[in-house]
């Protein structure tokens, strides 16, 4: 760094302390075995002073490992994609089932020319696609006991996908006139099934085996899963052995199962429970999101909402991706709250918490009711209170 830098570095932060000149201790390298017999150079582990991990969805106290329901800590993370092993997770009721790759299959049957079977191997000598895209749980919504961020915003992840386009195989097995659905199956205890348009089916539907360059994780479906990009994460079938081309929605009990998620964006730093040292620089820095398309723009407001400033674009802006916003900030030491909303590219706009009320038709003291909540698809304009001692807590419209 030349001094040039470090100079103008040194202009966000109050003096020298701030930068943590001080000496770094450097321990000794143990060489250590982990449980599988691997050491930490043929399998990395992370550094032991990052604690960073998910939690239970139980609410505020729920700190336990739960094996099915799980929330991403994206107040750590940094750029927009989920490290594997953080991504949030939601399994009815089930541990991933243990599936053997060399036995797993996927059939392709119902109104098609040739029913087909395909072992894994077979699926991965067929052409691929790589996409970056997130997967929401349409149950994504704070409660009123939520503290933080991963609380209230941490069924949300974002991964690289590698697979075969789902219209590929389909065309493989020719699809009959008359076939206007597919019902894709799980392989887990309760069968996870769900209905999809075949038109989006044969859009922008793939298979998925691959997950930020490895094989999947159990918890998201390991071999097979299905990607539908955009729709609520319900219809992202993990563990996936059977896709049935049919001429109804038979299993859709609810169309805002197959609606696309609206634009949605949270300020992750800072964000609640987190704690301002002082007043001075911050970089306030968040993820947006559209299940349409790509993020348009962001604008962060540092007063209530009484005046918006477009934020940054920090890194990629991809279709139904996390898209990495920011904004320069200087704290005067004062209570105020914060938000950022965002606009998509077909031009939906992020609702205010009046405006989304007024969609469902309820007033605004309703929008964390049971009734909206369990409506899903909740992605209003979420703020930030900043106390006067630097305290941040999650702004309340009730
Ligand atoms: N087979 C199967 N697929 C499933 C589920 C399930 O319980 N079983 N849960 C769905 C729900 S509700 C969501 S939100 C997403 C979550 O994906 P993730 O666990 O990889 O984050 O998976 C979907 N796919
Ligand atoms: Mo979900």
Redesign the pocket.
């Given at each position: 760094m030349t001094d040039k830098n470090l100079g103008s570095r040194r202009r966000f932060l109050k003096g020298g302390a701030a930068l943590g000149l001080t000496t770094a201790v450097v321990p000794a390298v143990r060489s250590q075995e982990s449980s599988d017999g691997l050491s930490r150079s043929a399998y990395g582990v992370r550094s032991r002073y990052v604690t960073s991990k998910r939690i239970g969805d139980g609410g505020n106290n729920s700190d336990f490992e739960s094996e099915?329901n799980?929330l991403?800590p994206i107040q750590n993370q940094v750029g927009i994609i989920t490290p594997s092993a953080l991504?949030?997770?939601?399994?009815?009721?089930?541990s991933p089932p243990d599936i053997d790759p060399h036995e797993h299959e996927l059939m392709i049957h119902g109104l098609v020319d040739r029913p087909l079977k395909f072992t894994m191997a077979e699926l991965q000598r067929l052409p691929f696609i790589s996409r970056i895209h997130f997967?929401?749980?349409?149950?994504?919504y704070p409660l009123p006991k939520d503290v933080t961020v991963q609380h209230t915003h941490g069924?949300t992840?974002c991964s690289e996908w590698t697979g075969v386009p789902l219209s590929l195989i389909l065309n493989e097995a020719g699809v009959r006139s008359g076939a206007k659905w597919i019902v894709a199956?799980?392989?887990?205890r309760?069968?996870?099934?769900?209905s999809i348009p075949l038109q989006r089916a044969l859009d922008s539907c793939f298979v998925a085996y691959g997950q930020n360059g490895g094989p999947?994780?159990p918890?998201?479906?390991y071999p097979l899963?299905?990607m539908v990009p955009g729709a609520?994460?319900?219809?992202?079938?993990?563990?996936?052995r059977r896709i049935k081309v049919v001429d109804k929605p038979y299993l859709t009990p609810s169309e805002r199962f197959n609606e696309l998620h609206g634009p949605k964006s949270v300020i992750t730093f800072p964000s609640g429970g987190q704690q301002l040292l002082e007043r001075g620089y911050y970089t306030i820095s968040g993820l947006a999101w559209s299940g349409a398309g790509r993020i348009q723009s962001v604008e962060v407001s540092t007063d209530g909402g009484r005046k918006w400033q477009p934020a940054s674009i920090n890194g990629p802006v991809l279709p139904v991706a996390h898209t990495r916003f920011s904004l320069a900030w200087n704290w005067n030491g004062k209570e105020t709250t914060i938000m950022s909303r965002c606009t998509d590219d077909v031009g939906q706009v992020q609702p205010t918490a009046i405006e989304f009320a007024r969609s469902r038709g309820v007033s605004v003291d309703k929008v964390l009711s049971r009734e909206v909540r369990r409506q899903g698809h909740w992605n209003l304009v979420f703020p930030w209170k900043i106390a006067s001692d630097g305290q941040v807590q999650h702004h309340y419209w009730v």
């Amino acid at each position: 760094m030349t001094d040039k830098n470090l100079g103008s570095r040194r202009r966000f932060l109050k003096g020298g302390a701030a930068l943590g000149l001080t000496t770094a201790v450097v321990p000794a390298v143990r060489s250590q075995e982990s449980s599988d017999g691997l050491s930490r150079s043929a399998y990395g582990v992370r550094s032991r002073y990052v604690t960073s991990k998910r939690i239970g969805d139980g609410g505020n106290n729920s700190d336990f490992e739960s094996e099915y329901n799980t929330l991403s800590p994206i107040q750590n993370q940094v750029g927009i994609i989920t490290p594997s092993a953080l991504h949030f997770n939601s399994s009815h009721g089930a541990s991933p089932p243990d599936i053997d790759p060399h036995e797993h299959e996927l059939m392709i049957h119902g109104l098609v020319d040739r029913p087909l079977k395909f072992t894994m191997a077979e699926l991965q000598r067929l052409p691929f696609i790589s996409r970056i895209h997130f997967i929401e749980c349409s149950a994504n919504y704070p409660l009123p006991k939520d503290v933080t961020v991963q609380h209230t915003h941490g069924k949300t992840s974002c991964s690289e996908w590698t697979g075969v386009p789902l219209s590929l195989i389909l065309n493989e097995a020719g699809v009959r006139s008359g076939a206007k659905w597919i019902v894709a199956e799980g392989a887990d205890r309760d069968s996870h099934s769900k209905s999809i348009p075949l038109q989006r089916a044969l859009d922008s539907c793939f298979v998925a085996y691959g997950q930020n360059g490895g094989p999947l994780r159990p918890h998201q479906g390991y071999p097979l899963r299905l990607m539908v990009p955009g729709a609520g994460g319900f219809s992202h079938v993990k563990w996936l052995r059977r896709i049935k081309v049919v001429d109804k929605p038979y299993l859709t009990p609810s169309e805002r199962f197959n609606e696309l998620h609206g634009p949605k964006s949270v300020i992750t730093f800072p964000s609640g429970g987190q704690q301002l040292l002082e007043r001075g620089y911050y970089t306030i820095s968040g993820l947006a999101w559209s299940g349409a398309g790509r993020i348009q723009s962001v604008e962060v407001s540092t007063d209530g909402g009484r005046k918006w400033q477009p934020a940054s674009i920090n890194g990629p802006v991809l279709p139904v991706a996390h898209t990495r916003f920011s904004l320069a900030w200087n704290w005067n030491g004062k209570e105020t709250t914060i938000m950022s909303r965002c606009t998509d590219d077909v031009g939906q706009v992020q609702p205010t918490a009046i405006e989304f009320a007024r969609s469902r038709g309820v007033s605004v003291d309703k929008v964390l009711s049971r009734e909206v909540r369990r409506q899903g698809h909740w992605n209003l304009v979420f703020p930030w209170k900043i106390a006067s001692d630097g305290q941040v807590q999650h702004h309340y419209w009730v």
